[in-house]
T-cell receptor
């Protein structure tokens, strides 16, 4: 069964460092998303991406964040200068059509120290 | 502003009991998904409902979408310890391109 895969599963980084979280969405899906979940809190939307551009983003997704689809399969989230409060589980998701069911990856646990 | 409110927030029941989780909003959604999430893992899709009044069954789980497409419920019959987890509803609207997640219901089924 096709699935969304994310790497790495865990990432520890020092405050101020750049991190890149990687995702391989399901191959025939056209819409891609990043969400995050701070420990014990709800799942928060960061950004959606379609046709090689951002289609929607939340207030969380400020200038420190960027997304890219560098090739035909990968979808990445970059945080330029990490802050302690960026520590969270980051989930990538993809869907075949707009606002149809989204399938989530297993997440990357980012810890900023 | 929380678009989707789930209740109850926490639920602890004995194996074999029935339960219902509610997902409510004042907004209309074009579709609504239910997910189950285990600690340290990603949400796993259980079902999608798109039509007002729609009822879907998945073994012991029954999902209903409200007639006005503003609310949904998840009913579990004869709960088992394997049902333990965080249940999340997530809605999509006709405008925009994101899924709005509910506050979550943490279910514990005691053997």
């Amino acid at each position: 069964e096709p699935e969304v895969t994310q790497t790495p599963s865990h990432q520890v980084t020092q405050m101020g460092q750049e991190v890149i979280l990687r995702c391989v969405p399901i191959s025939n899906h056209l819409y891609f998303y990043w969400y995050r979940q701070i420990l014990g809190q709800k799942v928060e939307f960061l950004v959606s991406f379609y046709n090689n551009e951002i289609s929607e983003k939340s207030e969380i997704f400020d200038d420190q964040f960027s997304v890219e689809r560098p090739d035909g399969s990968n979808f990445t989230l970059k945080i330029r200068s990490t802050k302690l409060e960026d520590s969270a589980m980051y989930f990538c998701a993809s869907s075949r059509d707009k606002n149809t069911e989204a399938f989530f990856g297993q997440g990357t646990r980012l810890t900023v120290v | 502003t929380q678009l989707l409110e789930q209740s109850p927030q926490f639920l602890s029941i004995q194996e074999g009991e029935n339960l219902t989780v509610y997902c409510n909003s004042s907004s209309v959604f074009s579709s609504l998904q239910w997910y189950r999430q285990e600690p340290g893992e990603g949400p796993v899709l259980l079902v999608t409902v798109v039509t007002g009044g729609e009822v879907k069954k998945l073994k012991r789980l029954t999902f209903q979408f409200g007639d006005a497409r503003k609310d949904s419920s998840l009913h579990i019959t004869a709960a088992q310890p394997g049902d333990t987890g965080l249940y999340l509803c997530a809605g999509a609207r006709n405008t925009g391109n994101q899924f709005y997640f509910g506050t979550g219901t943490s279910l514990t089924v005691i053997p």
